[in-house]
C-alpha cells in the first residue's frame, strides 16, 4: 500500500535526522572539552609560572591540532550529505504518490444553497459579527436568521 511505503520512507528521514542531529551534538560536545582542556591548560600555566612567561601559542597550536585530527568538519558533512540524499528520495516517492494537479482533484459536487448560506451565517454569528450575519441572511433571501443568532447572543 502506498501509505505504507510513505510511512516507510518518513521513518528513513526521521532515522537519518536523528543520526545527524546525534553526530553533530558529539562533535560539538568534543570541540567544547577540547577548548575547556586547552582554557585549563592556560590557567594552569599561568598559576605555576611566576616569570609570566606562558607559552600560549604552543597550547593554542597543540588545540588546533587535535581540532584538526579529529575533522568535525568532515562528519557533518557526511551526515547531512545522507540526510539530503534520503530527503530527496522521500520527496521523489511523495511525487510520485500524490498527483500535483489540482484540476484532476475538482469533481462537480452540487451543494445545497440553504445548508451553505446557513454554514455562512453561523460562522459570522459565531464570530460575534451579528450586522454582517443579518446582512448575510437579508441578502441570500434565507429564512430563520434569528433562530440562528440566538446561540450565540450573550
Given at each position: 500500500?502506498?501509505?505504507?511505503?510513505?510511512?516507510?520512507?518518513?521513518d528513513?528521514?526521521?532515522?537519518?535526522?536523528?543520526?545527524?542531529?546525534?553526530?553533530?551534538?558529539?562533535?560539538?560536545?568534543?570541540?567544547?572539552?577540547?577548548?575547556?582542556?586547552?582554557?585549563?591548560?592556560?590557567?594552569?600555566?599561568?598559576?605555576?609560572?611566576?616569570?609570566?612567561?606562558?607559552d600560549?601559542?604552543?597550547?593554542?597550536?597543540?588545540?588546533?591540532?587535535?581540532?584538526?585530527?579529529?575533522?568535525?568538519?568532515?562528519?557533518?558533512?557526511g551526515?547531512?550529505?545522507?540526510?539530503?540524499?534520503?530527503?530527496?528520495?522521500?520527496?521523489?516517492?511523495?511525487?510520485?504518490s500524490?498527483?500535483?494537479?489540482?484540476?484532476?482533484?475538482?469533481?462537480?459536487?452540487?451543494?445545497?444553497?440553504h445548508?451553505?448560506?446557513?454554514?455562512?451565517?453561523?460562522?459570522?454569528?459565531?464570530?460575534?459579527?451579528f450586522?454582517?450575519?443579518?446582512?448575510?441572511?437579508?441578502?441570500?433571501?434565507?429564512?430563520?436568521?434569528?433562530?440562528?443568532?440566538?446561540?450565540?447572543?450573550?
Open positions: 500500500m502506498e501509505i505504507d511505503s510513505l510511512r516507510e520512507g518518513f528513513r528521514v526521521a532515522e537519518k535526522r536523528s543520526l545527524s542531529s546525534a553526530k553533530a551534538l558529539e562533535a560539538v560536545d568534543q570541540i567544547v572539552n577540547e577548548v575547556e582542556l586547552a582554557i585549563v591548560k592556560l590557567q594552569m600555566m599561568k598559576n605555576t609560572d611566576s616569570t609570566g612567561n606562558v600560549h601559542p604552543s597550547i593554542l597550536a597543540e588545540l588546533k591540532a587535535k581540532l584538526n585530527e579529529m575533522a568535525p568538519r568532515n562528519q557533518l558533512e551526515s547531512q550529505k545522507e540526510l539530503n540524499a534520503a530527503l530527496s528520495k522521500y520527496l521523489k516517492l511523495l511525487e510520485k500524490f498527483n500535483p494537479d489540482i484540476s484532476k482533484a475538482y469533481r462537480s459536487v452540487d451543494f445545497e444553497v445548508t451553505v448560506n446557513n454554514i455562512i451565517t453561523n460562522h459570522f454569528y459565531r464570530q460575534g459579527l450586522d454582517l450575519g443579518d446582512m448575510f441572511v437579508h441578502e441570500c433571501g434565507e429564512l430563520g436568521g434569528a433562530s440562528l443568532k440566538l446561540p450565540f447572543q450573550a
